[in-house]
């Protein structure tokens, strides 16, 4: 990490020192064995893929689709929060921190850039996840639903997002890092799967546990509104060799983003203030 500060240049220092720290945390990522990790996710998706077409049943070929991309979902929130979580402590450890925040690099910059990088990343593996996806369901079905991969691609980074900056959140609050990406994947999972049914809960129980059920709906970013599966798997639009252009409501898609960008912005501005107090001394 001590090679980022080389990069910062005294013409534009929020923006290049930024992208500097961004850059950094992108080539650490992929020099690591994650980048090997997706290496194997993406053969063994192709590979069940592949296995389609020793049968003729539909519902075979929807649920190998829906075992495929629950794999890539996992697996993008799997490399977002390991990636996320060893960011500030790693910087700690090895001692590069004290250097590159006595440079004109601030607190929020250091932020910003972990951000970033972590976020730029994920979207770089996402690309890949569906790249490979897209053309092995394509030579099978003979279906390119190209307008749904792209709303579900974006969408999915954008929930990424929100995980990063809460994964970045919590290592500021936690000690260790293993601890941090624990409760931060039960955190997101949980979400996922019971965010969406906290208000039905909330209206089974009464007085002051269904007001706090019901405030918690609420409060929580609903990372469940950004998984387009269903589209994808049962190829909502038609079928035929041709380009499937029906697609998700585009306001629901721009508003779906900007809800995600507010809930991103909140956590990293959190994660500034807690960064901001905490005393970085030798």
Not at 34 to 43: C, N
Not at 73 to 89: G, N
Not at 103 to 125: H, Q
Not at 189 to 206: E, P, V
């Amino acid at each position: 990490m001590s090679s980022s500060t080389s990069w910062v240049t005294s013409r534009n220092p929020d923006a290049n020192n930024i992208f500097a720290i961004a850059g950094v945390v992108v080539k650490e990522m992929y020099r690591r064995k994650d980048f090997y990790v997706l290496l194997v996710l993406i053969v063994l998706i192709t590979l069940m893929l592949g296995s389609v077409s020793f049968f003729d049943d539909d519902r075979i070929v929807r649920y190998l689709k829906d075992a495929c991309l629950l794999l890539i979902w996992l697996s993008s929130l799997v490399i977002a929060i390991t990636t996320a979580a060893r960011q500030i402590p790693a910087e700690r450890e090895s001692r590069t921190i004290y250097p590159l925040l006595a440079k004109p690099v601030g607190r929020g910059e250091f932020v910003a850039g972990k951000f970033l990088g972590c976020w730029v990343a994920c979207g770089i593996a996402l690309v890949g996840f569906y790249f490979f996806f897209g053309i092995m369901s394509a030579s099978r079905e003979h279906t390119l639903p190209f307008l749904v991969y792209f709303q579900a691609i974006w969408l999915h980074w954008m929930c990424l997002g929100i995980v990063v900056a809460l994964v970045l959140l919590g290592s500021v609050v936690f000690a260790a890092p293993s601890s941090n990406a624990t409760i931060c994947f039960i955190v997101v999972l949980g979400i996922m799967f019971a965010g969406g049914h906290l208000n039905t809960l909330a209206l089974q129980m009464r007085g002051f546990r269904g007001e706090v059920v019901y405030a918690l709906y609420y409060a929580i970013p609903h990372l469940e509104w950004y998984d387009l599966r269903d589209f994808i798997i049962h190829n909502w639009g038609g079928s035929g060799l041709r380009l499937v252009t029906h697609n998700i409501d585009w306001l629901v898609w721009v508003g779906a983003s900007i809800y995600a960008a507010l809930y991103t912005g909140m956590l990293l501005g959190c994660t500034w203030l807690v960064f901001q107090r905490r005393t970085m001394t030798l």
